[in-house]
């Protein structure tokens, strides 16, 4: 029903106006909080959400999500307003598709309400926390606020727990669990928290994907076009998902293997798959891409020399650092890669992709190029890669003018490191110098900082696409 105020809210009374397709495959008064999940960003209600609502759907249960959003109230104000229903659009150049996903039941705001974030980690219910917190979350609060509910959750005896890391870090669950210790070694009872924890919880590694660009006005005009009411908290994305999940949780779990989610032991395999063929090849587009008045990953695929310079990437230097698990074909997997990446309907900005870089890279590439070197080749396309990201840093605008956005925990750190500096050589001694990023081996390496210096001085004489076009060309006599 449409008005002068425009058409009503999505909400739990409004629901029975959805076309039956795009309804909650569950009745969302069934569930009950049994995950509380920290970061409540677009990437969870796209990826972790769905997949449990489908799980409940095929196999029944009544796992619903406490949703926590860390930075700011407001995702809760969005979702609150809407009994946290949202709806999940899926883009291909093909085709759309929309659905209502009613898993998240509650949305709380860290900032004001830890006490009841502590009280549901806290909850016997409550079996498995899961977090998407970006790259840099692993050294900031959260880890405090999770230490804290483990803690009131050790106190209450209220059993087991399942702590999933959801980010883009290779060995994630592990990765957790070390900060988790660290922190908790510095506590009065540290010993026994230790115990404890050894005892309950456990870190399960994940592999997760879905590209899910953030929400704008006109995917919210187009979510109401379609569903008839108005949602503040619609999410859109690729139709393509994919959860590996390393099978340890002793409280329980919904039955995600029926919602599709691969239950394994190997889930390193598909981790670093996926972090050096996809996100490396992301931030490749982004990097090559913005400079040269991409706005989106799927423009930045546009410029064939892109294109081919995230082909050969994968295809001569990550590939050969890859052990892949039974039943993934990498070749299969690149080019399936390069079909995603082409979806112009998902809109994915690079600008958004560019961020973080300082966070990112350590992840996603240098692994590669660094396992390269030790093998001894020289990883060309990678350190291609990494120069472009230099010369992001250095170079403060494209050629149209518009300001590049340094968006970047460690951004003050990276532009004095370059403050100043004139030729190639500089930036790339200055930058390899930057302790947080690179580590004294990887700075040392002759034929990785020779490669850096010759890209940084293409790209910075002939930008990114002629620079691109350079090496393709180059690389054919
Ligand atoms: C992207 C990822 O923003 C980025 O850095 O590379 O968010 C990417 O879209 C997801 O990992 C896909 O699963």
Known sequence: MTDAAGPERLALRTLARLAEPA??????????????????????????????EDAVAAAGGDWGIAGVTLRSRKVLDQ??????????????????????????????FA??????????????????????????????????????GLHARMRADAGPLAVVSCDNLAHNGSTLAGRVRDFVEHMPDGERVQTWLAASVTFPNTMVDRIVPATTEADRAEVARLIGLRDEGAVVT????QWVVQDEFPGGRPAWERAGVVLTRDVESYELAKLRMLNASHSALAYLGWPAGCDTIADAMGVEAFATVVDRLMREDVQPTLDPPEGLDLEQY?????????????????EQVAMDGSQKLPQRLLPTLAQR????????????????????VWIDRRADGTPRPLDDPLAETLAGAVANVTTPAQVVNRLLAVREVFDARFAEDGVIRKLLVEAVEQISRVGTADAARMWESEDRT
């Open 111 to 148: 900032g004001d309400e830890s006490a009841e974030v502590v009280r549901r980690l806290a909850d016997p219910a409550v079996a498995v926390a899961t977090m998407t917190v970006t790259e840099k979350g692993y050294g900031g609060p959260v880890i405090g606020l999770l230490v804290d």
């Open 334 to 350: 690149r080019n399936q890669l390069l079909d995603r990446f082409a979806n112009a309907a998902l809109r994915h900005r690079t």
């Open 373 to 392: 070197r030790a093998a001894g080749a020289e990883p060309r396309w990678g350190a291609r890669v990494l120069a472009a990201w230099m010369c992001w």
């Open 238 to 241: 690729e139709p393509f998902r």
């Open 79 to 108: 979702l609150a307003a809407q009994d946290c229903l949202y709806s999940v659009l899926e883009r291909s150049n093909a085709e759309s598709h929309i659905r209502v996903v009613g898993a998240i039941r509650e949305a709380l």
């Open 23 to 52: 309804r909650p495959r569950v009745d969302p008064r069934e569930l009950r909080t049994r995950i509380v999940h920290l970061g409540l960003g677009a990437f969870h209600r796209a990826h972790q959400a769905p997949y449990t």
